[in-house]
Structure formats: structure tokens, C-alpha cells
């Protein structure tokens, strides 16, 4: 049921960056609590996120150009996404007029610390699964809270997760580390799920976790992640596997669609029927069940719910299973713990896999380069085939120094490696390696084009290999 938008408020946000995963959301919140709301994004100016843009538009969102000609004294807050180079069109604009501008982690944590609780669900990896488990329990169990994360529940479009519930009521939201942009929240609770190598070297991301530890009213923490255990502040409660867990998860079987454990709370056994496989998957689960506990629901709820969670888009979303048994996969891994995690979740069901890495930026593959070079020869099986797909550009005056080419020669010592120079390159070479029974595993972040690349190559293996 759709909540009726109140009644205008005097203030008008501009979003600059309108189509992005973290900004759509906000901007849809905010219009949904009676702000006036506009925006713009390079990408709907390139015909891109039109499903995104459609969404906005019918909630009343304006939509322009992002050439800065939107860009007037009628705004009064300029929101943009750190992705939004200082010298692009509105952001001079902006400063032109003396708009105040606030980024969008800034946005969130505003209204992170209004909420009745505020709670903030962090961590280098799992945070947007976690969120939107948060999202699916909360709304199904008709709970009034408001959930923002960076990814849209399978089947419910691309972009965000949003649920907008009272002002005044509980707010969950994903904060992410990315910008070094944690240490502006302050929650009644967080949670830090891992703390691992991403964006930034770990002596950087320790001191980010760590302030934003120490904003915390009430932390929980991950047991299996050795950083984020340091991290206790004295009022931290500890979850996960490991018999020293203050709510210890036990895993009782991972399957190939499927994992299944019991979270141990207080004396109380939760059982988490998870319908995605992997550990990670289960304990993305016991993260969000002790969240949805601490926020009023009961066991009996989470276990009913947990089992018909739909998955979160693009987090090893099977986007097909072909008549010939090849199962597409589609998943968001852009780091070396999210790639690890979704090959080993994928050569789990036994077959073989067929992996396509688009790296998401000439930055982040400069920076993962090294850790890319060892990771992959150690996962990835004598019988899988891997490929690179060249580096995702999303516009804008970065260096463009590296290609994909020379991370496949990285690995071409230690074994075969592809690379392929755009989508219809990834697809023929798809086309040519798959066989009967594979996984094909399609990952990358970023690029709006990657979810239309992988239904489109599940078309054509229908079309191709045919059941015997």
C-alpha cells in the first residue's frame, strides 16, 4: 500500500547524482515526507536508469539535465553524491550561488539521527543484504520503520531499497565506508558486520570503523571478522560463528540454493531458513534477526519471514536456469572478500563456472590489482574459466591509465584468462565457453548496463544450447 505524500513542505532538495543506488532512495524519501524534489544524473542525460527515472517521476520527482541549469536560487539544499567531481557544471553552479551542499552520507545520517531508534548497518561486505533483509522483515510484519540501502529487493526494480515509514518512527540504514563518510553517524545502534580491504588500505579503514564505534550507543559486532572484534566498546554485543559469539550462529547445512543455522539469543534458539545460498548468506541473516529483535519483532515472525526473503538485487541474484541446466548468476562482487565469496558460493553446487569480472573503476582496479593477482589463481578451480571484462567508465576527468587487458595478463602466468573490450565481447565469449550444467557467473558494480548483459545471455544460451 503506498503511503499518500503530505502536503508540500517550503524547502526544496536538489539531488545531484539523482540515479545512484544510495541517492534515489533519499531522494524518494524526502519527497515522500512532502519536500519538494528535484534532480539530475549523467547517466539519464546517456539514456540510462530509465526504470530509475520512471520511479522518481511518478512520485513527483523534476528531472533535468545535469548541465547545472537547474541549478537555481529556489534550492535550498544541494545534495550530491561523492561520485560528483567538484568541477562538474552544478557543482560550480552551486558555488556560484552559495547553496549550501550537503553529501548524500551526510543526508542519511541527518536522518539516521532522528530516528526513533536510529540504527546504522556497516561493514566492507553484506551490509547491503542485511539491509534490505531489515527491509523485508520490518514490512512484512507491518512494523512503521524506515529502511534506506543501496540495493532494490529482487523483483522490485533496480537503484535503492526504500521503505518509507513515520518521521518519527525507527530508521535502518545502510552507511557505507567508501567515502570516509562512516564517522558522521550517530546511531542508538550500529552494527559492523567486517572490516576488510576496500577502497582503502586497512590502517585507514580501521580508524573510519573505529570512530564510528565510538558513536555508537550500542554496537554489535561480527565474532568471524578479526577487525571488527577489536572494535568492542564495552557496550558491543558479539554474533556469528564461533563458540565465543555472544549470540553464536550454528550452521547446519549449505546447499546449493540454500543455507540453513540457528542463532543462539539469550537462551532462545532462532532457526534462519535462508533461500540464498552460502555462509555469508546465513550470516547476513543472524546480523539482520538480531537487528529485528532489538527492534520489537519475535522470533516466531523472523523465522516465518526469513524463508521467503526474495533476495536483494544483484547479490547472486539467478537471473536464469537454461533448459540445458546452465544457471546465470548476476551478483555485485567488486572487491576481493565479494568475489571470493560469490565463486566459492557458485562452485559450491559442484559444476563448473564460467566467471566474467567487469572491475568497477580505473581507481578501484589500480587499488585491487595486486590483491586481484593472488586471490583468483588460489579460488578459482583448474575447471573454471574466468574473464575480464574492461574497466566500467561512468564519465568524468578520472585517469584513465589501466585496462583490463593487463589484469588478465596478470594471470595468465598462473593460468588461462580472457579479456573481453565491452558487453557483446563478454557475451560471445560466454557463448563460446559455457556447456551443460555450468554456473555463469556475471560480476561487477556500478555499470546500470551489467543486469540487461546478464538476462541478455541467458536469452541467447536458451537460444543456443538446447537440451539434449
Same mark, same amino acid.
Given at each position: 500500500?503506498?503511503?499518500?505524500?503530505?502536503?508540500?513542505?517550503?524547502?526544496?532538495?536538489? /539531488?545531484?547524482?539523482?540515479?545512484?543506488?544510495?541517492?534515489?532512495?533519499?531522494?524518494?524519501?524526502?519527497?515522500?515526507?512532502?519536500?519538494?524534489?528535484?534532480?539530475?544524473?549523467?547517466?539519464?542525460?546517456?539514456?540510462?536508469?530509465?526504470?530509475?527515472?520512471?520511479?522518481?517521476?511518478?512520485?513527483?520527482?523534476?528531472?533535468?539535465?545535469?548541465?547545472?541549469?537547474?541549478?537555481?536560487?529556489?534550492?535550498?539544499? /544541494?545534495?550530491?553524491?561523492?561520485?560528483?567531481?567538484?568541477?562538474?557544471?552544478?557543482?560550480?553552479?552551486? !558555488?556560484?550561488?552559495?547553496?549550501?551542499?550537503?553529501?548524500?552520507?551526510?543526508?542519511?545520517?541527518?536522518?539516521?539521527?532522528?530516528?526513533?531508534?536510529?540504527?546504522?548497518?556497516?561493514?566492507?561486505?553484506?551490509?547491503?543484504?542485511?539491509?534490505?533483509?531489515?527491509?523485508?522483515?520490518?514490512?512484512?510484519?507491518?512494523?512503521?520503520?524506515?529502511?534506506?540501502?543501496?540495493?532494490?529487493?529482487?523483483?522490485?526494480?533496480?537503484?535503492?531499497?526504500?521503505?518509507?515509514?513515520?518521521?518519527?518512527?525507527?530508521?535502518?540504514?545502510?552507511?557505507?565506508?567508501?567515502?570516509?563518510?562512516?564517522?558522521?553517524?550517530?546511531?542508538?545502534?550500529?552494527?559492523?558486520?567486517?572490516?576488510?580491504?576496500?577502497?582503502?588500505?586497512?590502517?585507514?579503514?580501521?580508524?573510519?570503523?573505529?570512530?564510528?564505534?565510538?558513536?555508537?550507543?550500542?554496537?554489535?559486532?561480527?565474532?568471524?571478522?578479526?577487525?571488527?572484534?577489536?572494535?568492542?566498546?564495552?557496550?558491543?554485543?558479539?554474533?556469528?560463528?564461533?563458540?565465543?559469539?555472544?549470540?553464536?550462529?550454528?550452521?547446519?547445512?549449505?546447499?546449493?540454493?540454500?543455507?540453513?543455522?540457528?542463532?543462539?539469543?539469550?537462551?532462545?534458539?532462532?532457526?534462519?531458513?535462508?533461500?540464498?545460498?552460502? #555462509?555469508?548468506?546465513?550470516?547476513?541473516?543472524?546480523?539482520?534477526?538480531?537487528?529485528?529483535?532489538?527492534?520489537?519483532?519475535?522470533?516466531?515472525?523472523?523465522?516465518?519471514?526469513?524463508?521467503? /526473503?526474495? *533476495?536483494?538485487?544483484? $547479490? /547472486?541474484?539467478?537471473? !536464469?536456469?537454461?533448459?540445458?541446466?546452465?544457471?546465470?548468476?548476476?551478483?555485485?562482487?567488486?572487491?576481493?572478500?565479494? #568475489? $571470493?565469496?560469490?565463486?566459492?558460493? %557458485?562452485?559450491?553446487?559442484?559444476?563448473?563456472?564460467?566467471?566474467?569480472?567487469?572491475?568497477? *573503476?580505473? *581507481?578501484?582496479?589500480? &587499488?585491487?590489482?595486486?590483491?586481484? $593477482?593472488?586471490?583468483?589463481?588460489?579460488?578459482?578451480?583448474?575447471?573454471?574459466?574466468?574473464?575480464?571484462?574492461?574497466? &566500467?567508465?561512468?564519465?568524468?576527468?578520472? %585517469?584513465?591509465?589501466?585496462?583490463?587487458?593487463?589484469?588478465?595478463?596478470? #594471470?595468465?602466468?598462473?593460468?588461462?584468462?580472457?579479456?573481453?573490450? !565491452?558487453? %557483446?565481447?563478454?557475451?560471445?565469449?560466454?557463448?563460446?565457453?559455457?556447456?551443460?550444467?555450468?554456473?555463469?557467473?556475471?560480476?561487477?558494480?556500478?555499470?546500470?548496463?551489467?543486469?540487461?548483459?546478464?538476462?541478455?545471455?541467458?536469452? %541467447?544460451?536458451?537460444?543456443?544450447?538446447?537440451?539434449?
Amino acid at each position: 500500500m503506498t503511503t499518500p505524500i503530505p502536503a508540500s513542505s517550503s524547502l526544496r532538495y536538489h /539531488f545531484s547524482g539523482i540515479a545512484g543506488a544510495g541517492m534515489s532512495p533519499l531522494a524518494a524519501l524526502m519527497r515522500r515526507r512532502g519536500y519538494a524534489v528535484q534532480g539530475s544524473d549523467r547517466s539519464l542525460d546517456l539514456g540510462k536508469n530509465a526504470e530509475i527515472a520512471a520511479s522518481l517521476r511518478a512520485l513527483g520527482v523534476e528531472l533535468y539535465p545535469h548541465d547545472g541549469s537547474a541549478v537555481t536560487p529556489t534550492i535550498d539544499r /544541494f545534495v550530491h553524491s561523492t561520485a560528483v567531481e567538484a568541477s562538474t557544471p552544478e557543482m560550480r553552479a552551486a !558555488d556560484a550561488l552559495g547553496l549550501p551542499r550537503l553529501t548524500r552520507p551526510a543526508l542519511l545520517a541527518e536522518i539516521v539521527g532522528a530516528g526513533q531508534p536510529g540504527v546504522a548497518i556497516a561493514g566492507t561486505s553484506g551490509k547491503s543484504t542485511i539491509t534490505g533483509m531489515l527491509a523485508w522483515l520490518l514490512r512484512e510484519a507491518a512494523m512503521p520503520a524506515t529502511v534506506i540501502g543501496g540495493a532494490a529487493l529482487v523483483g522490485e526494480g533496480r537503484g535503492g531499497c526504500l521503505v518509507a515509514g513515520p518521521p518519527n518512527g525507527p530508521v535502518v540504514a545502510e552507511a557505507c565506508e567508501s567515502d570516509g563518510t562512516l564517522v558522521g553517524y550517530r546511531p542508538t545502534l550500529g552494527l559492523v558486520h567486517n572490516v576488510s580491504r576496500d577502497h582503502a588500505e586497512l590502517p585507514a579503514l580501521r580508524a573510519q570503523f573505529t570512530a564510528f564505534a565510538t558513536r555508537c550507543q550500542t554496537l554489535f559486532v561480527n565474532a568471524a571478522s578479526a577487525e571488527a572484534r577489536t572494535l568492542d566498546q564495552g557496550r558491543t554485543l558479539t554474533y556469528g560463528v564461533g563458540p565465543d559469539a555472544d549470540a553464536p550462529l550454528l550452521v547446519d547445512r549449505l546447499g546449493r540454493d540454500r543455507a540453513r543455522g540457528r542463532l543462539r539469543v539469550e537462551g532462545r534458539e532462532l532457526t534462519l531458513d535462508v533461500p540464498q545460498p552460502g #555462509l555469508h548468506n546465513l550470516e547476513n541473516a543472524a546480523a539482520a534477526a538480531l537487528v529485528a529483535l532489538r527492534l520489537g519483532l519475535s522470533m516466531p515472525t523472523i523465522q516465518r519471514l526469513i524463508p521467503r /526473503f526474495p *533476495g536483494v538485487s544483484r $547479490r /547472486f541474484e539467478v537471473v !536464469d536456469i537454461t533448459g540445458s541446466g546452465i544457471r546465470v548468476v548476476d551478483d555485485y562482487a567488486h572487491n576481493a572478500d565479494k #568475489l $571470493r565469496a560469490a565463486l566459492t558460493t %557458485a562452485q559450491a553446487a559442484g559444476a563448473r563456472v564460467v566467471a566474467v569480472f567487469q572491475p568497477h *573503476g580505473y *581507481g578501484p582496479a589500480r &587499488f585491487l590489482r595486486p590483491e586481484l $593477482r593472488e586471490l583468483l589463481p588460489r579460488v578459482l578451480r583448474k575447471e573454471d574459466r574466468f574473464c575480464y571484462a574492461e574497466i &566500467f567508465y561512468a564519465g568524468g576527468t578520472v %585517469a584513465r591509465d589501466i585496462s583490463s587487458s593487463l589484469l588478465a595478463d596478470d #594471470l595468465r602466468s598462473a593460468r588461462e584468462c580472457a579479456y573481453a573490450p !565491452d558487453h %557483446a565481447a563478454v557475451q560471445r565469449w560466454v557463448l563460446s565457453e559455457a556447456r551443460a550444467g555450468d554456473t555463469v557467473l556475471i560480476m561487477g558494480a556500478r555499470d546500470p548496463d551489467l543486469p540487461t548483459l546478464s538476462r541478455s545471455i541467458a536469452t %541467447a544460451l536458451r537460444e543456443t544450447l538446447q537440451p539434449a
